[in-house]
T-cell receptor, first 117, second 120 residues
Framework: AQTVTQSQPEMSVQEAETVTLSCTYDTSENNYYLFWYKQPPSRQMILVIRQEAYKQQNATENRFSVNFQKAAKSFSLKISDSQLGDTAMYFCAFIESGGGGADGLTFGKGTHLIIQP | GAVVSQHPSWVICKSGTSVKIECRSLDFQATTMFWYRQFPKQSLMLMATSNEGSKATYEQGVEKDKFLINHASLTLSTLTVTSAHPEDSSFYIC????????????????FGPGTRLLVL
């Protein structure tokens, strides 16, 4: 079974700073996808960024980028120029690929990120 | 694109009654829908996976007779909590994965806004 570990229950940074959220995972699969989802106080789950395991290049989406280290099974999220609206719970998630996606996402426990004005 | 709705957003019911929650993909066809449960300050836990036209697959520990799932079309899945009790009070979230078209990524799940259930 896959497991996803987020070791930082809560982080707090000043607005405009850069922050990195850590995520490690355990799997015996070679093909899979990794995601970061954001859950603001509204509790709507919002996709932040996605990484295919077969791609060596790290995914980026505007101020959000990942550091994907497949051998180390690490998938950290970097948020640059943090904004007040980035305050939310951030969940790292994993899913196998190519198996029809019969299983849902496996989530980490989340990191509560607080951006201070 | 990739909008998923849930109805109702809030429901309060008496113990022993049944509650139905709808999950709809509004602008894409959802080949698979997933139901998650989230307790306060915790992560999402997968309850079941449903594919259109077939029986749902439940995770270990989830009672299929209590949480009835129907996926009657490519845009609608329903979760019915039967004979609800206070311990069923939680936040229920659905997600949908669609066919690879219109910019949708096949392995990405798009989430509904969730339903808060309170059983008195």
């Amino acid at each position: 079974a896959q497991t996803v570990t987020q070791s930082q229950p809560e982080m707090s940074v000043q607005e405009a700073e850069t922050v990195t959220l850590s995520c490690t995972y355990d799997t015996s699969e070679n093909n899979y996808y990794l995601f970061w989802y954001k859950q603001p106080p509204s509790r709507q789950m919002i996709l932040v960024i996605r990484q295919e395991a077969y791609k060596q290049q790290n995914a980026t989406e505007n101020r959000f980028s990942v550091n994907f280290q497949k051998a180390a099974k690490s998938f950290s999220l970097k948020i640059s120029d943090s904004q007040l609206g980035d305050t939310a719970m951030y969940f790292c998630a994993f899913i196998e690929s190519g198996g029809g996606g019969a299983d849902g996402l496996t989530f980490g426990k989340g990191t509560h990120l607080i951006i201070q004005p | 694109g990739a909008v998923v709705s849930q109805h109702p957003s809030w429901v309060i019911c008496k113990s022993g009654t049944s509650v139905k929650i709808e999950c709809r993909s509004l602008d894409f066809q959802a080949t698979t829908m997933f139901w998650y449960r989230q307790f306060p300050k915790q992560s999402l836990m997968l309850m079941a996976t449903s594919n259109e036209g077939s029986k749902a697959t439940y995770e270990q520990g989830v009672e299929k007779d209590k949480f009835l799932i129907n996926h009657a079309s490519l845009t609608l899945s329903t979760l019915t909590v039967t004979s609800a009790h206070p311990e069923d009070s939680s936040f229920y979230i659905c997600s949908a994965r669609g066919v690879l078209a219109g910019g949708l990524h096949q392995e990405t799940q798009y989430f509904g806004p969730g339903t808060r259930l309170l059983v008195l």
